[in-house]
Nanobody, 125 residues
Framework: QVQVVESGGGLVQSGGSLRLSCAASGSFDRINDMGWYRQGPGIERELVATTTSGGSATYVDSVKGRFTIARDNTKNTVYLQMNSLTPEDTAVYYC???????????????????WGQGTQVTVSS
């Protein structure tokens, strides 16, 4: 079993900042990509940011220059630093971890995506 636990959401005013954290634990041999989706009243569902195991990052256009994704591989944790928040950023943010686990002596690998429980980010105007 793999658990993905996230935290850091809250209520901030427009222009404020929040830092989300997401830690994966359990039965896996490595984590590949980690990232964040969000879903809210004005956002059906979109990928906000993702990072590879080597630290390469991509962002949805609307958050470029404001959000920064980072990871600490020693803690199996990914972070999302969100600056200059606007009401349009209001959503539930879900992190994910793409895990790999060796399942055979031949070296076969099972790749699965696990999800955090979601954390609410609310930005007031």
């Amino acid at each position: 079993q793999v658990q993905v636990v996230e935290s850091g959401g809250g209520l901030v005013q427009s222009g404020g900042s929040l830092r989300l954290s997401c830690a994966a634990s359990g039965s896996f041999d490595r984590i590949n990509d980690m990232g964040w989706y969000r879903q809210g009243p004005g956002i059906e569902r979109e990928l906000v940011a993702t990072t590879t195991s080597g630290g390469s990052a991509t962002y949805v256009d609307s958050v470029k220059g404001r959000f920064t994704i980072a990871r600490d591989n020693t803690k199996n944790t990914v972070y999302l630093q969100m600056n200059s928040l606007t009401p349009e950023d209001t959503a539930v943010y879900y992190c994910y971890a793409d895990t790999s686990r060796v399942i055979s002596v031949e070296g076969a690998v099972a790749n699965r995506r696990y999800w955090g429980q979601g954390t609410q980010v609310t930005v007031s105007s």
